[in-house]
């Protein structure tokens, strides 16, 4: 019972710091997104060295640069990472901080239809069920904006796709020794990246003053430490806890979004988000419902295991 209390207020704390980070890039959203994501990649590829240093784990990392099966999955995985981070940044810097909020309540339906169509796994009559009324809800959504929701969906394919990537790399592999191997591998992408932005415009994040340059180069520091809290929260909870704490980060975001960014909500765009969180209910449902009748040691079919890469 101790275990699961100090879990949950880990986990408690590192989904409540993920929905506070539309509000970390606002605060810099003066810098270019395509700028802030260098950043981001450069200095939490730093801060893990730091940490990998501390804690005397670079054996691991070598274990998986010197295995080519790993290496392999872990640059796709770091790439469908580096899009999620691009997409999140720039959806959230130029103000469409609700669409973000939206990849990921749709994030667990994008995860089912991947284990549909790539695991061969089978759906209940609910989560069927799910499925369609979140599909309806995703074009009400679409009609609302006038235009279809890329950043929605990219955010929730992206973190859909890495999930399942990890999923088949294994829960071995901890977290900071991954995250450090993804972001070395992303480095070559965002020095790529840092070098068209500087030939086109220069780099910006220096001349918004002293606080914004902080603020961008601490991005990388507040990339890590939930990833590190939630690692924590991982070892110590059940995968049903932490598939229902997942959806505090997106509440959270919406909220900011509506009431202290002041985004526009139509009446349509109300329906969309209703027949999505109607869908989160029921996939809830169901997956409480398999957890009382399944034999003890089991998981249920619904796959909530969240892959946080905000």
Sequence with gaps: MKQTRVGLGLGFTAYALWGAFPFYFTLIAAVSPFEAVVWRVTSTFAFCVILVSISKTWLQVRGILASPRLLGWFA??????????????????????????????????????????????????MQWLAVMIAAVGIIAVAVGYGRFPWISIGLALSFGFYGAVHKHVGADIQGLT???????????????????????????????????????????????????????????????????????????????????????????????FVAVWIALTLLIFDMVRQIKQAPVGSKPSLNTEPIPLD
Excluded at 192 to 206: E, K, N, R, S
Excluded at 212 to 232: H, W
């Design 178 to 272: 991954g995250l450090t191997v993804e972001t070395f591998v992303a480095i070559p992408i965002a020095l790529v990246q840092g070098i068209v932005i500087f030939q086109l415009v220069g780099f910006t994040a220096h001349t918004f003053g002293t606080g914004i340059l902080v603020l961008v180069m601490l991005s990388g520091l507040i990339t890590a430490i939930p990833l590190i809290l939630f690692g924590e929260a991982a070892r110590r909870l059940p995968l049903s806890y932490v598939g229902f704490l997942q959806f505090l980060t997106p509440i959270l975001s919406f909220l900011y979004g509506y009431f202290i960014a002041g985004e526009e909500m139509s009446y349509t765009r109300w329906l969309g």
């Design 76 to 125: 796709l995985s770091s790439v469908l990472l580096y899009i999620n981070w691009q997409i999140f940044v720039a959806g959230v810097m130029f103000g469409h901080i609700i669409q973000t909020s939206l990849g990921y309540f749709i994030n667990p339906l994008v995860t089912i239809l991947i284990g549909v169509f790539i695991r061969k796994e089978k759906l209940t009559r």
